[in-house]
T-cell receptor, first 112, second 115 residues
Framework: QQQVKQSPQSLIVQKGGISIINCAYE??????FPWYQQFPGKGPALLIA?????SEKKEGRFTISFNKSAKQFSLHIMDSQPGDSATYFC???????????FGKGTRLSVIA | GAVVSQHPSWVICKSGTSVKIECRSL??????MFWYRQFPKQSLMLMAT?????????EQGVEKDKFLINHASLTLSTLTVTSAHPEDSSFYIC???????????FGDGTRLSIL
């Protein structure tokens, strides 16, 4: 049973455009929702994270939108750049020292 | 910021060899570390949770005698792949929790290739 469903699997965006990646979760006990960026041959790096008490969080060009009732959250990358080309993973976990449950990832390609 | 170092970054060895991978939290103490496995173009799959001073907790389907985990100090966890075979070839990634818990900080992974 996949607890975190991520879409699309791959995404091509023009430079300067908006990249949007969506995730849906099943377990209502999840209360921490991070997004990670991974380049080939590297470990995931935390981009931005949100908790259910807010509906949106923005850090620079990256924004998380969170819909608790729909059990969905999304990542928006504004003004996408070729350097943003990477694989993006959404994840979810419970509070405390619990492991992350990852989505299957989205391969983003930003073309000039 | 919190830094997690993983070593080695790449190892190639013969079938039947045992390989040890180290995961260190460089600037914080990590009571809990996690070990993940990632196949090409796939997501991270949790293998085990490593708690300092106690036995690791393995996920279903992960052989604890095959993948030995030791978390002997607050800054070091090791994963030993015993008697490695070609099917064990993968990208192994560790992560560590800071004392305030989330977020997790990941190492840069170890690419293991068994010939």
């Amino acid at each position: 049973q996949q607890q975190v469903k991520q879409s699309p699997q791959s995404l091509i965006v023009q430079k300067g455009g908006i990249s949007i990646i969506n995730c849906a979760y099943e377990n209502t006990a999840f209360d921490y929702f991070p997004w990670y960026q991974q380049f080939p041959g590297k470990g995931p790096a935390l981009l931005i994270a949100i908790r259910p008490d807010v509906s949106e969080k923005k850090e620079g060009r990256f924004t998380i939108s969170f819909n608790k009732s729909a059990k969905q959250f999304s990542l928006h990358i504004m003004d996408s750049q070729p350097g943003d080309s990477a694989t993006y993973f959404c994840a979810a976990s419970y509070s405390g020292n619990t492991p992350l449950v990852f989505g299957k990832g989205t391969r983003l390609s930003v073309i000039a | 910021g919190a830094v997690v170092s993983q070593h080695p970054s790449w190892v190639i060895c013969k079938s039947g060899t045992s390989v040890k991978i180290e995961c260190r939290s460089l600037d914080f103490q990590a009571t809990t570390m996690f070990w993940y496995r990632q196949f090409p173009k796939q997501s991270l799959m949790l293998m085990a949770t490593s708690n300092e001073g106690s036995k690791a907790t393995y996920e279903q389907g992960v052989e604890k005698d095959k993948f030995l985990i030791n978390h002997a100090s607050l800054t070091l966890s090791t994963l030993t792949v015993t008697s490695a075979h070609p099917e064990d070839s993968s990208f192994y990634i560790c992560s560590a929790l800071t004392p305030s818990n989330q977020p997790q900080h990941f190492g840069d992974g170890t690419r293991l290739s068994i010939l």
